[in-house]
């Protein structure tokens, strides 16, 4: 039986709220009640109640919705999974089992504790395997081992059908297979609610990796070197990243406003053994950023003796082809090692798949925006994660509904800020800045103001925007032009044919 | 998702007084009230404000206000406002409310209800809000308000939900009290096989609205919060399953609050349901029918009924039935063919009918002493009427 807190449970404040403090906008728009679920039994006895009761059930496993998804439910019902987070093998089928609840820290403890595994997964500890799996989920290692949903094998899942019974379901290649392909990537809040994902097979979790921070000064940043700093990051990818070589390498460009003083790369390497035992790939991506006069600290707290060079050998100089600057650390410390995924906040996010470096243009708008007086730019910040390598399989397009699968970078909007009133101002600042970008002629006259066309492969589910939804063609930003979105209506209306499960991006029953 | 509001001297200056004074009268006694005129017949001489809501392949939808005088129609105002499906009035103020029968607003998927301010002089159409329904509550198809005001409840057709909107005083609709999404395996008929709320009515004295849902099959009744101490009140207080494959459609509530008639399409037929005094539905008979039933509306004054059905595309007929209150028996009185496309609507309007038809505004001459149809002309050219509501009788 589940925990029920209502409006007045002294908990309830606490947890009507996700991680994005924008939801739910107010008071009004709240949820009634969440109920919280400790197993599968739990969250089917929860489905039941609010569908006898005609209410809207939301789905929450870690909470990190970037949009108002789940938060926002006028007189509705939360159905929190947090406490249905258990990480452990089925004896019968010796499948590895992890139920929604989990986050990703606790996800990445147990399989290397237990089992020596891994799964190639985010880098926030905090978030929940339930949305993060559903949306695809990829971090670090997904260059070296594709994306999470890439090795799912079987869900069990939730369903309601068309007279209201709430239908549990074991999906798989060869059980309602239509509806498993959904489950791999096209997000969650849309079918059902898996209360287990399940992998015959996990990859081993590496011995140790190579990381290194690079920090590069706004004051050594002209216009021109700025722009050449993002085309050197970009080019690598779309070059010699696509080599199988460098799929162990994971790097992210932190672009951020000058007042933030250094814009940041941080990069990851291990080879395809699961060692860093030769680390002429990492050494050759960073030699590239020579130029730029990287530093291995802030510059604040670091003097100029700490840039990178050739002659620091205080890590790694037992290692083949040594990377100046770079720490050798076990896997398990750089992964669960460094925290969670950042306080609450007041947020907005947006994204973008890049299948090219980047063009002047686009390193001029960024620069533009992260060197003005902006407010909204103070407090923005955009990740560029290197993309591609082992999740570039177009054969796993028709397998999973993650149709992504040519790009090589993968950009984050990120935009923090603290007060309500501040609300309109960051988000009309956020899109102008995101939609400037995709406007021009490098972009096709019917799709300006999105990443769209050659150079582009739309946005990621995971890091919903409803801004997008202002393009009639939105689901093939998210979901590809190739059919997808057309054959996840057929399954919306195939295993939710009353439009249970819904938010303003779900699938949809027509193409609106 | 709160209302947007339309104001005509700017919102810092919007009270309820200025708003009053926006409609040009000092009161309110002009307007029709539907549940305290009585059964008093009217004089086919009064001149009657009309709105009319269309929309054709052509017409993504528009109002019209309609001045009727003598069975003569003058269409005075219009407003484009899309798929117009249902109208209902207000019973103190001067404001006519939608349903908007749109899949998306502010690119989400909701429908929407617009609060539409008629000025009884010019007949002129004014937005005073435009209230977005609950996630999901698509294609609003039907909406009826509580005799004292205070509530709107919307069957959401494409959605499968009713919502519940409250009422403010001077009758600006608020953001749904209530949301109650339907689930019901429909008929074999229909795509896709779910809830399809179609049709909604208020009882006229009780807290209960009733509804019949047609992909679902049956009919609800809604019991309705009222009051500002509950937003959570409201809720199905029961069900009972029509004929499967029937198709209800269309439903029409007797004055009095006893009798319910509901149209099915998919096997045309004309049921009726007494309404015990605790709100429980029971059936009573099932007339068959050779064609299929478009509109059903009870004469407000006597004990008969107005049955539609749509012979061709050029040809509809309209049927009289006179009604046995106490059993619920029905029996067919009299036919009138009408030229005109199908009919989507009737309302008795000072001694006539107004039939909302897809070729237009039809009238139609009612017999004084029996309530028989005895002709009918167009009134006014609306093409794709497909909803209608008196405003004024003065």
Redesign the interface.
């Known amino acids: 039986m589940g925990i029920t807190i209502t409006r007045t449970d002294s908990r309830f404040e606490t947890l009507k709220m996700g991680h994005n403090l924008r939801f739910p906008a107010s008071d009004?728009d709240a949820a009634?009640q969440i109920i919280l679920c400790s197993s599968a039994e739990d969250t089917a006895d929860a489905l039941r109640k609010v569908?006898a009761?005609?209410?809207?059930p939301t789905v929450r496993s870690g909470g990190h919705c970037y949009e108002g998804f789940v938060s926002s439910n006028?007189?509705?019902a939360i159905i929190d999974l947090s406490l249905h987070n258990t990480v452990e093998r089925d004896e019968k089928s010796g499948a590895y089992c992890i139920a929604p609840g989990a986050v990703l820290g606790d996800v990445y403890l147990s399989l290397y504790k237990r089992y020596n595994l891994t799964l190639p997964a985010g880098s926030c500890f905090r978030v929940g395997a339930g949305g993060h799996i559903s949306g695809g989920g990829y971090g670090v290692l997904s260059r070296l081992y594709g994306l999470t949903s890439d090795w799912l094998t079987a869900v069990d899942i939730l369903t309601?059908?068309?007279?209201?019974t709430v239908v549990p379901r074991r999906v798989d290649a060869g059980h309602d297979p239509d509806l498993f392909r959904a489950c791999r990537g096209a997000g969650g809040g849309n079918f059902g609610i898996i209360t287990r994902f399940h992998f015959e097979q996990l990859p081993a979790a590496p011995r140790e990796v190579a990381t290194i921070t690079l920090f590069f000064p706004w004051e050594n940043l002209t216009e021109e070197r700025f722009s050449s700093l993002l085309m050197t990051f970009g080019d690598y990818w779309e070059g010699r990243g696509r080599d199988p070589d460098t799929w162990g390498m994971f790097s992210l460009l932190e672009v951020a406003p000058q007042s933030s003083e250094h814009l940041t790369l941080y990069t990851q390497f291990c080879q395809h053994d699961g060692t860093a035992s030769d680390l002429g790939v990492l050494n050759e991506f960073l030699d590239r950023f020579a130029p730029f006069q990287p530093m291995l600290m802030p510059p604040r707290s670091a003097p100029v003796a700490a840039q990178r060079s050739a002659t620091d050998t205080r890590h790694a100089s037992s290692h083949k082809n040594f990377a100046p600057g770079a720490r050798l650390t076990p896997w398990l410390e750089a992964a669960v090692g460094g925290g969670g995924s950042g306080g609450s906040a007041r947020a907005k996010y947006k994204s973008a798949y890049m299948k090219r470096t980047f063009t002047r243009a686009e390193t001029d708008v960024f620069y533009r925006f992260f060197t003005s007086n902006d407010r909204s730019a103070q407090g923005s910040v955009v990740s560029i994660d290197s993309y591609g390598g082992a999740v570039n399989r177009p054969d796993l397009v028709p397998a999973t509904a993650v149709a992504q699968r040519s790009s090589v970078m993968k950009l984050q909007w990120q935009c923090y800020w603290s007060e309500a009133a501040d609300d309109a101002r960051h988000l009309r600042a956020m899109d102008t800045f995101y939609t400037s970008l995709y406007t021009g002629s490098h972009v096709d006259p019917d799709h300006q103001g999105t990443p769209w066309g050659d150079r582009y492969e739309g946005c990621y589910m995971n890091y919903a925007d409803?801004d997008m939804?202002?393009y009639s063609y939105w689901p093939g930003l998210f979901y590809g032009r190739e059919g997808l979105y057309p054959f996840l209506q057929k399954v919306k209306?195939r295993y939710d044919?009353?439009?249970?499960f819904?938010?303003?991006m779900s699938v949809?029953?027509?193409y609106? | 998702m709160r209302a947007e509001r339309y104001f005509f001297e700017g919102p810092e200056n919007f009270t309820r007084r200025s708003f009053l004074l926006g409609l040009g009268c000092a009161g309110t006694s002009w307007l029709l009230a539907p549940f305290a005129a009585g059964r008093v017949k009217h004089i086919a001489t009064k001149e009657i404000l009309l709105c009319v809501g269309s929309f054709t392949r052509e017409d993504a939808g528009t109002l019209h206000s309609v001045r009727m005088q003598g069975g003569r129609c003058e269409r005075i105002s219009s407003l484009p406002l899309p798929r117009p499906l249902s109208l209902v009035r207000h019973p103190r103020q001067p404001i006519v409310y939608v349903a908007s029968g749109v899949?998306?607003h502010a690119?989400?998927?909701r429908g929407v209800v617009e609060a539409i301010l008629v000025d009884p002089k010019t007949g002129s159409l004014n937005r005073v809000a435009r209230q977005p329904l609950?996630?999901?509550a698509t294609e609003p198809r039907s909406l009826a308000i509580s005799p004292n005001g205070e509530r709107l409840v919307v069957a959401a057709f494409g959605?499968?939900?009713?919502n519940v909107l409250p009422v403010d005083a001077v009758g600006i609709p608020g953001?749904?009290a209530?949301?109650?999404?339907?689930?019901?395996?429909?008929s074999a008929s229909l795509e896709?096989?779910?809830?399809h709320p179609a049709a909604v009515l208020f009882h006229p004295r009780e807290p209960w609205a009733v509804a019949v849902d047609s992909g679902a099959e049956r009919l609800d009744l809604l019991h309705v919060q009222h009051g500002t101490e509950s937003?959570?009140g409201s809720?199905?207080a029961s069900r009972i399953s029509c004929p499967e494959d029937s198709g209800p459609c269309g439903l029409a509530l007797h004055s009095d609050g006893s009798l319910l008639v509901a149209i099915h399409r998919l096997r045309p037929a004309l049921s009726t349901w007494q309404i015990g005094s605790s709100g429980q539905l029971s059936a009573v008979t099932e007339t068959p029918f050779d064609r299929t039933p478009t509109a059903v509306a009870f004469h407000p004054y006597d004990d008969v009924l107005y049955l539609a059905s749509r012979v061709s595309s050029q040809l509809s007929r309209l049927e009289m039935w006179r009604v046995q209150v106490p059993t619920g028996v029905l029996s067919r009185e009299a036919e009138l063919s009408i030229r005109c496309g199908g009919i989507a609507a009737i309302e008795e309007v000072s001694s006539r009918l107004c039939l909302a038809a897809e070729t237009g505004l039809i009238a139609v001459d009612l017999e004084t002493a029996t309530a028989v149809p005895t002709g009918s002309h167009t009134a006014a050219d609306i093409a794709g009427a497909c909803c209608l509501t008196v405003l004024i009788e003065s």
């Open positions: 009004e009634d569908i009761a005609g209410i809207r006028p007189h509705g309601v059908d068309a007279d209201g409803i939804l202002r209306r044919p009353n439009n249970i819904h938010s303003s949809r029953e027509s609106d | 899949h998306l690119h989400e998927p609950s996630l999901s959605g499968g939900a009713y953001p749904p209530a949301i109650l999404k339907q689930v019901g395996r429909g896709p096989k779910r809830s937003t959570t809720r199905v």
